[in-house]
């Protein structure tokens, strides 16, 4: 096991390189089991080297469809790391999770995620799925990824609040007669929710 890790320590350049980071974790996964995987992923997040814990977020990522402790684990423990690069990777191994066991499998899921008390928790959704239309079932269903997205209108989070208009702002691009109406129903009385409005409206006022 600790082989990989070696392997890491010698390939991943000291230059962050998220290419290298996903490819390395991609290629592993297609070799080794989702138990193998997890176990992988535990060990290389001790690491002291912030990229090579990052390989260890997505092999949890690929792990968590089989394994409800990787998931956990991803919510739990790797949401509370203070690097804003491992939760740009937390983002994408849930992505990866989704993807995996599908969409709409993963719905009850992502509701829990979006209703967790931790913020990385919250934003590793909006983030990691944007954007969220292009997205089997959500590309079908685009109303709700819209209503998921808009209960996050007044985060108590501005970094999830950001994520979540901005996500809103990339399906106006396909979608803007459903998000128009669903701004036009907002109550502006907040300035979260203001925040929210005026980010994911931007492409509806240049109309």
């Not at 002291?48 to 739990?76: D, T």
């Not at 944007?130 to 501005?158: G, H, M, V």
Request: with cysteine.
């Amino acid at each position: 096991m600790g082989n990989f890790k070696a392997y890491l320590e010698e390939t991943i350049p000291e230059k962050d390189s998220l290419r290298i980071v996903k490819k390395e974790a991609e290629n592993y996964y297609k070799e080794h089991s989702p138990a193998e995987c997890f176990s992988m992923g535990l060990e290389l997040y001790q690491s002291n080297n912030f990229q090579i814990q990052e390989v260890g977020v997505f092999l949890l990522g690929y792990a968590a469809c089989e394994n409800n402790a990787a998931l956990s684990f991803m919510k739990e423990t790797v949401s509370q790391h203070d690097s804003w690069k491992v939760q740009e990777i937390l983002a994408m191994a849930f992505d990866n999770y989704c993807k995996i066991i599908g969409y709409e499998t993963a719905l009850p899921v992502i509701e829990e995620w979006l209703g967790s008390g931790q913020a990385n928790v919250r934003r590793a959704v909006t983030e990691g799925l944007r954007i969220w239309t292009s997205r089997p079932f959500f590309r079908d269903n685009p109303q709700i990824a819209i209503k998921l997205l808009s209960a996050c209108k007044d985060d108590e989070s501005e970094y999830v609040r950001k994520s979540a208009g901005n996500a809103l702002r990339d399906i106006s691009k396909k979608y803007p007669e459903m998000i128009f109406s669903e701004l036009d129903s907002w109550d502006l009385s907040s300035k979260e929710v203001k925040q929210v409005y005026k980010l994911a409206s931007k492409f509806l006022e240049s109309r």
